[in-house]
């Protein structure tokens, strides 16, 4: 069974910093691309940034460019957001996710395996 979980949310002031942790388990996640996406309450799920299988490539989203850094380690079989220079609108849920596709764009449509999310609340 394909399993992601999602740690190191919390709550954190306005400018601060916060990494997310991503570990899976269950499949080989070094040929998948993995991605995160938030959600925030009243608003629809939306991409933050992805990474490729190698981890030579990635993309975030223009809200979060020059903020936010995704890595990996496969061998470790974790991915990480590391989130910096924090504002209130970051506030959401935060999930990771699988995609056997490339990491062209963030689209949730591409990925198949989902982890059940970590809370990050800024506040102001």
């Known amino acids: 069974q394909l399993q992601l979980v999602e740690s190191g949310g919390g709550l954190v002031q306005y400018g601060g910093s916060l990494r997310l942790s991503c570990a899976a388990s269950?499949?080989?996640?070094?040929?998948?691309?993995i991605g995160w996406f938030r959600q925030a309450p009243g608003k629809e799920r939306e991409g933050v940034s992805c990474i490729s299988s190698s981890g030579g490539i990635t993309n975030y989203a223009d809200s979060v460019k020059g903020r936010f850094t995704i890595s990996r380690d496969n061998a470790k079989k974790m991915v990480y957001l590391q989130m910096n220079s924090l504002k209130p609108e970051d506030t959401a849920v935060y999930y990771c996710?699988?995609?056997?596709?490339?990491?062209?764009?963030?689209?949730?449509?591409?990925?198949?395996?989902w982890g059940q999310g970590t809370q990050v609340t800024v506040s102001s």
């Open positions: 269950g499949f080989t996640s070094d040929y998948y691309v």
């Open positions: 996710a699988a995609s056997p596709y490339s990491c062209a764009n963030i689209d949730q449509r591409r990925y198949n395996y």
